[in-house]
Nanobody, 127 residues
Framework: QDQLVESGGGSVQDGGSLRLSCVVS????????IGWFRQAPGREREGVAL???????TYRGSVQGRFTISRDSAKNTVFLQMDSLKPEDTAMYYC?????????????????????WGQGTQVTVSS
């Protein structure tokens, strides 16, 4: 059965760092589109970072240069290293996966394309 389990969220101060992990079971992460979305209260779910099957990455403009997505195929795990965190990064962060063409695996794609989701991990950044 497909399963995505996130961990690594928490509370940090402005400028701090966190590393999120998403352990995947049921399929091989190196063959699919996988990444991170986030949703703050009262706002729509938005893409943060995605990595496609050949390792190309895309990022939301507001996190470019601060966040880094990576994967460990041996552990079937995807990571999101978040540095220089800001209060506006506060949200529930979700790992998502879908078998998509690489041309579609770009931040900006609707979350509706993704069928496989983790339970989410909360990130809170205080000023």
């Amino acid at each position: 059965q497909d399963q995505l389990v996130e961990s690594g969220g928490g509370s940090v101060q402005d400028g701090g760092s966190l590393r999120l992990s998403c352990v995947v079971s049921g399929y091989t992460i190196s063959s699919i589109c996988i990444g991170w979305f986030r949703q703050a209260p009262g706002r729509e779910r938005e893409g943060v970072a995605l990595i496609d099957s050949v390792g190309r990455t895309t990022y939301r403009g507001s996190v470019q240069g601060r966040f880094t997505i990576s994967r460990d195929s041996a552990k079937n795990t995807v990571f999101l290293q978040m540095d220089s965190l800001k209060p506006e990064d506060t949200a529930m962060y979700y790992c998502a996966a879908q078998n998509l063409q690489n041309a579609l695996c770009r931040v900006g794609i609707s979350s509706l394309y993704f069928e496989h989701w983790g339970q989410g991990t909360q990130v809170t950044v205080s000023s």
